[in-house]
């Protein structure tokens, strides 16, 4: 029987910390929400975004200065 190929080690992931503020009502809400759901509040948050930025994370930004129409036109 041969010999099985040694696997690849995973490359780590890298996290990046990102602080919001919400109000007490809301804080108090997440809390129940997530507490009814058996939950934490970072899967909540995290599971309520992932839809919205699953397709952007190789998206080139084009950075491009848009001309008003009652710009005037000097050149």
Same mark, same amino acid.
């Given at each position: 029987?041969?010999?099985?190929?040694?696997?690849?080690?995973?490359?780590? +992931?890298?996290? $990046?910390? *990102?602080?919001?503020?919400?109000?007490?009502r809301q804080k108090?809400?997440?809390? =129940? /929400? @997530?507490?009814?759901?058996?939950?934490?509040?970072?899967? +909540?948050?995290? $599971?309520? *975004?992932?839809?919205?930025?699953?397709?952007?994370?190789?998206?080139?930004?084009? =950075? /491009? @200065?848009?001309?008003?129409?009652?710009?005037?036109?000097?050149?």
């Amino acid at each position: 029987m041969p010999r099985k190929a040694a696997k690849k080690a995973r490359k780590p +992931v890298k996290f $990046k910390t *990102i602080t919001i503020k919400v109000t007490v009502r809301q804080k108090k809400s997440l809390m =129940n /929400f @997530s507490k009814s759901r058996h939950t934490t509040p970072n899967k +909540v948050i995290k $599971k309520a *975004i992932r839809p919205l930025l699953q397709n952007y994370a190789g998206m080139e930004v084009e =950075n /491009f @200065s848009q001309v008003r129409v009652n710009q005037l036109e000097l050149f």
